[in-house]
């Protein structure tokens, strides 16, 4: 389940939410950097320990896609639009939207060309009934935590925090 945190910034303070991360809670305060001419993003315990301070990257819009084939443990994966995404190099992408769910989820992928990409599927997923979208996302806490990912939506300018 993904929560949602609105970014509403402040002319008299940070902007500041507590996700949960890996099921604890934690300061989230996104303040100016007058240096960087930026929106900074720092992750502190409860307890007031700095775990991450970066940078506020945004993550772009996704694209939708038309077309998924699975073929001896292969998923591939056709979009509308051209994802932007170097030809032949590798990326964590979230694919999202797609029934069955078990399309769904963060995968690595191969990029075969502007709108087409694979990744590894030993298992047969089910016969896709729906699609939905993909996105490279950046997660702003990559290498801190397990399971849990926090991004920033550009477009919507939100936090979305999973799980």
């Avoid at 963060?106 to 075969?112: D, Q």
């Amino acid at each position: 389940m993904t929560t949602i945190y609105p970014f509403r910034p402040s002319p008299t303070g940070p902007f500041t939410f507590q996700p949960t991360l890996d099921g604890v809670s934690y300061v989230a305060t996104i303040t100016w950097s007058v240096f960087g001419n930026r929106w900074m993003f720092n992750l502190n315990s409860a307890g007031g320990e700095l775990i991450v301070s970066r940078a506020l990257v945004g993550s772009p819009e996704g694209t939708d896609i038309v077309d998924i084939s699975w073929e001896h443990g292969r998923v591939t994966v056709t979009t509308e639009t051209p994802h932007r995404l170097a030809v032949l190099g590798t990326f964590p992408l979230t694919i999202q939207g797609v029934t069955p769910e078990t399309y769904n989820g963060v995968k690595t992928c191969f990029i075969l060309s502007p709108t087409e990409f694979w990744y590894d599927a030993p298992e047969y997923p089910g016969d896709v009934t729906s699609y939905g979208n993909v996105h490279a996302q950046v997660n702003l806490v990559w290498g801190y935590f397990n399971e849990s990912t926090l991004v920033f939506n550009s477009p919507a300018q939100q936090f979305e925090v999973v799980p």
